[in-house]
């Protein structure tokens, strides 16, 4: 699952010049990976923890950036 929010993500902004400064909704994900947002927010810290996605909690709900590690990862996938 980790690895398809990432892809995800990286599908939203990955093509911008700094896809690291652009949030991707956290709703949007969920809704776009098929899943309830309540069920995805473990999953959305668990990449925070491991350093490949921040999340701004000033909007609700929860904005997601990208970090390099993430995007870096994403590339990958």
């Known amino acids: 699952m980790m ?3 990432l ?3 990286y599908g939203n902004v990955g093509w911008m010049e700094k896809p690291e400064d652009f949030p991707v909704e956290s709703s949007k994900v969920s809704d776009a990976l098929g899943q309830v947002q309540e069920k995805m927010l473990p999953e959305y810290r668990s990449l925070s923890e491991e350093g490949m996605l921040k999340i701004s ?5 929860p904005l ?10 994403a590339k990958r996938l």
């Open 7 to 9: 892809r995800e993500m």
């Open 57 to 61: 909690v000033l909007a609700e709900p």
């Open 64 to 73: 997601l950036y990208l970090t390099l590690t993430g995007i870096a990862r």
């Open 3 to 5: 690895d398809d929010i």
